[in-house]
């Protein structure tokens, strides 16, 4: 299976609240998580990645949670502001040289209320 | 910084007019990738292409087709636009799949 499930379609959470938006995957192959954001207007950008050797791992606000053995893994966003309100995509790779495969999530849309 | 570029921010066209998006991007990257975006469907794969005049069909090629020239360059051709492709298009460009860097996107509107 190829598929990347991503929830919730959409989430509101007031200013210094934490968000988590959860991803699910079904192939073990997959060697190589990341999430990208999205701003209005822009194209999505890569923000925080994580291989599946490690369970969590944090870059400022930004930590992803990772559990290998449920196939899942979810963002969650510290001291939300209302600058981090955007869509975010998660994904998962397979690296294989030349033939690296990435499956994106749907999306969540993200409003943080001031 | 990676540049990616796209030719235009905004496009109106008719129904079977033949629609040119082009991308281009600065870093030397071998892959070049086409998205479509829309609500509740997030990105849609449509073409990629690992090489010069190399093309490999997506998820939803249909009604599409590429052209890749030169190595900074990938374009993406409606021969016929339809009020379904009405969509945001993205370009996105990288050397390794997984770390994708994509250009502002093209919102094209088909009447």
């Known amino acids: 299976q190829q598929q990347v499930k991503q929830s919730p379609q959409s989430l509101i959470v007031q200013k210094g609240g934490i968000p988590i938006i959860n991803c699910a995957y079904e192939?073990?192959?997959?060697?190589?998580f990341p999430w990208y954001q999205q701003f209005p207007g822009k194209g999505p950008a890569l923000l925080i990645a994580i291989r599946p050797d490690v369970s969590e791992k944090k870059e400022g606000r930004f930590t992803i949670s990772f559990n290998k053995s449920a196939k899942q893994f979810s963002l969650h966003i510290m001291d939300s502001q209302p600058g981090d309100s955007a869509t975010y995509f998660c994904?998962?790779?397979?690296?294989?040289?030349?033939?690296?495969?990435?499956?994106f999530g749907k999306g969540t849309r993200l409003h943080i209320l001031p | 910084d990676v540049k990616v570029t796209q030719s235009s921010r905004y496009l109106v066209k008719r129904t079977g007019e033949k629609v040119f998006l082009e991308c281009v991007q600065d870093?030397?990257?071998?892959?070049m990738f086409w998205y479509r975006q829309d609500p509740g469907l997030g990105l849609r794969l449509i073409y990629f292409s690992y090489d010069v005049k190399m093309k490999e069909k997506g998820d939803i090629p249909e009604g599409y087709s590429v052209s890749r020239e030169k190595k900074e360059r990938f374009s993406l051709i409606l021969e016929s636009a339809s009020t379904n492709q009405t969509s945001m298009y993205l370009c996105a460009s990288t050397d390794r799949t997984y770390e994708q860097y994509f250009g502002p996107g093209t919102r094209l509107t088909v009447t």
């Open positions: 994904a998962a790779a397979l690296i294989m040289n030349r033939d690296d495969k990435i499956i």
């Open positions: 870093m030397d990257h071998e892959n």
């Open positions: 192939n073990t192959a997959f060697d190589y």
